[in-house]
T-cell receptor, first 115, second 111 residues
Framework: DTAVSQTPKYLVTQMGNDKSIKCEQN?????MYWYKQDSKKFLKIMFS???????INETVPNRFSPKSPDKAHLNLHINSLELGDSAVYFC??????????????FGPGTRLTVL | DQQVKQNSPSLSVQEGRISILNCDYT??????FLWYKKYPAEGPTFLIS?????DKNEDGRFTVFLNKSAKHLSLHIVPSQPGDSAVYFC??????????FGSGTKLNVKP
């Protein structure tokens, strides 16, 4: 009955590989997000989708491509992984976030290590 | 160019005493602020929020204070309990869905 789930929890891979992280929420929320927690521990937003439509796309390399097959899922695909992509990636969701402030519910995070 | 900063990476407090976690921001357009709590190997969980039209919001042992002129936010926990030991993130927003987070303060409440 996890509200926001991510798979995998840990991902270790070689430079140059392509990998995906999956996220699912069962809260009935309209908006989903991907955040990256870097080595300095800042949580930085990467993408946000509202009802499967991209609404935030921060300055992220185009090797990162989010995909939202439905409003309960937001997957993150990363091509040609680089050492600097090593981080913890958090998925989050909230109720409709285009006209009011709503708290975000976070998944447990995926620790990506690129060797 | 971090717009939200938590300058204390860690804080240690005795059980029963007050914990005060601080947060500074640079963008005067921010109008909504939140605190999140994070345990190891878990995602952040929402704790308390405050709108810029207020200067204080209270929820049980947790109180958030906002000083807009100083662009400063603080979270008070009183009395502190060992279960409060976690990393606390402050966040700010100006457009409903984009939140800027600080780097967190690790609180240790000693029994």
């Amino acid at each position: 009955d996890t509200a926001v789930s991510q798979t995998p929890k840990y991902l270790v891979t070689q430079m140059g590989n392509d990998k995906s992280i999956k996220c699912e929420q069962n809260l009935g929320h309209d908006t989903m997000y991907w955040y990256k927690q870097d080595s300095k521990k800042f949580l930085k937003i990467m993408f946000s989708y509202n009802n499967k439509e991209l609404i935030i796309n921060e300055t992220v390399p185009n090797r990162f491509s989010p995909k939202s097959p439905d409003k309960a899922h937001l997957n993150l695909h990363i091509n040609s992984l680089e050492l600097g992509d090593s981080a913890v990636y958090f998925c989050a969701s909230s109720q409709e976030a285009t006209s009011s402030y709503n708290e975000q519910f976070f998944g447990p995070g995926t620790r990506l290590t690129v060797l | 160019d971090q717009q939200v900063k938590q300058n204390s990476p860690s804080l240690s407090v005795q059980e029963g005493r007050i914990s005060i976690l601080n947060c500074d921001y640079t963008n005067s357009m921010f109008d909504y602020f939140l605190w999140y709590k994070k345990y190891p190997a878990e995602g952040p969980t929402f704790l308390i929020s405050i709108s810029s039209i207020k200067d204080k919001n209270e929820d049980g042992r947790f109180t958030v204070f906002l000083n807009k002129s100083a662009k400063h936010l603080s979270l008070h926990i009183v009395p502190s309990q060992p279960g409060d030991s976690a990393v606390y993130f402050c966040a700010a927003s100006l457009d409903f869905n984009k939140f800027y987070f600080g780097s967190g303060t690790k609180l240790n409440v000693k029994p």
